[in-house]
């Protein structure tokens, strides 16, 4: 059983980390839950760093900070740091509600 706080969802846009130490990286989401998302990046991003990711979801767009907590090759586990920016936390938690309904709605087809 996973332990995580929140369930993960797929989600496949881009993203944009700024970093103190590496400047801008582009990348692509994986999944997202309330409490952090996973990407993929050619570049590495200092584990521990607290960023500033960007991003578009149907709702809106993103701009949160979160703190580096994962790396595994080339995929990353990003924090969202929640007091960063109540308005996007907002945009991403009803996002993440309207992917559970999708989520439920697709497996009674």
């Known amino acids: 059983m996973d332990a995580r706080r929140h369930p993960r969802h797929k989600l496949e846009v881009e993203l944009q980390v700024i970093s103190r130490t590496c400047g801008l990286i582009k990348g692509n989401t994986v999944d997202i839950s309330e409490s952090g998302i996973a ?3 050619m ?6 760093e607290v960023v500033r990711l960007e991003f578009t979801l149907s709702l809106g767009h993103v701009e ?21 920016h109540v308005p996007a936390m907002e945009i991403i ?8 309904v999708e989520r439920v709605l697709s497996r009674r087809r």
């Open 43 to 48: 570049e590495e991003v200092p584990l521990g």
């Open 39 to 41: 990407a993929t990046f």
């Open 93 to 100: 938690r009803r996002t993440c509600r309207e992917l559970a």
């Open 64 to 84: 949160v900070h979160a703190v580096v907590r994962q790396r595994n090759a080339f995929r990353y586990g990003f924090e969202f740091l929640e007091a960063s």
